[in-house]
């Protein structure tokens, strides 16, 4: 299994709303990253998750808020979003940090806030 | 200023035509990557370089650590291969926080 699920594909949710996204791998990795990717831009690194600790936060808002429930899972919890923060968002894992030559990307969550 | 550079920033061409696109970046890498995103949005990792050249199907990559430079090949390309290719880079200091900075990407559209 050589892959990064990512659920939901789409997630449509208004301002007040609570949602999470899910990120999941099973290849053993034990570095998981998110990245928000607005429209013709390169990805953006969000959170950087090593041994299921967080590492690195890039100054992301804290209505987003990141949790790995273990070393598979990976979770974006979401609240009190803004429109602008309409994005695509990327999971990534890797066997360690810096990135491992072998990254592997999910399917991304295209995420739409109204 | 660690920087990455792709062009073209689009590129659109015939069924068959042979495809290359460039990237080019300021200062020493430790390795290359070599990404393909479709309008889905998933990502997918083609080729990883730290020297020379690789091959995978009709995909060649090849960098040049003197110059600073490496291109993506397409031989023979088609429909399918239409995808935005983003080329990603491992600064020796100074890179983004996972180690990786990102170029913005070339916008490949293939015709039949």
């Known amino acids: 299994d050589t892959e990064v699920t990512q659920t939901p594909k789409h997630l449509v949710m208004g301002m007040t709303n609570k949602k999470s996204l ?5 290849m053993g990795h034990r ?3 998110w990245y928000k990717q607005k429209a013709k831009k390169p ?6 998750y090593s041994y299921e600790k967080l590492s690195i936060n890039e100054s992301v808002p804290s209505r987003f808020s990141p949790e790995c429930p273990n070393s598979s899972l990976l979770n ?4 009190a979003l803004q429109p602008e923060d309409s994005a695509l968002y990327l999971c990534a894992s890797s066997q360690d940090i810096p990135v491992h030559p072998r990254a592997f990307f999910g ?3 295209r995420l739409t806030v109204v | 200023k660690n920087e990455v550079e792709q062009s073209p920033q689009n590129l659109t061409a015939q069924e068959g035509e042979f495809i290359t696109i460039n990237c080019s970046y300021s200062v020493g890498i430790s390795a290359l990557h070599w990404l393909q995103q479709h ?3 998933g990502i997918v990792s083609l080729f990883m370089l730290s020297s020379g050249k690789k091959k995978h199907g009709r995909l060649i990559a090849t960098i040049n650590i003197q110059e600073k430079h490496s291109s993506l090949h397409i031989t023979a390309s088609h429909p399918r291969d239409s995808a935005v290719y983003i080329c990603a880079v491992r600064f020796l200091s100074g890179g983004g926080a996972d180690g990786l900075t990102f170029g913005k990407g070339t916008h490949l559209i293939i015709q039949p």
């Open chain 1, 22 to 26: 899910k990120c999941e791998q099973h």
């Open chain 1, 31 to 33: 570095a998981m990253y």
């Open chain 1, 43 to 48: 990805p953006e690194l969000m959170f950087v």
């Open chain 1, 76 to 79: 974006l919890h979401l609240h």
């Open chain 1, 107 to 109: 399917q991304g969550t």
């Open chain 2, 39 to 41: 309008p889905g949005g």
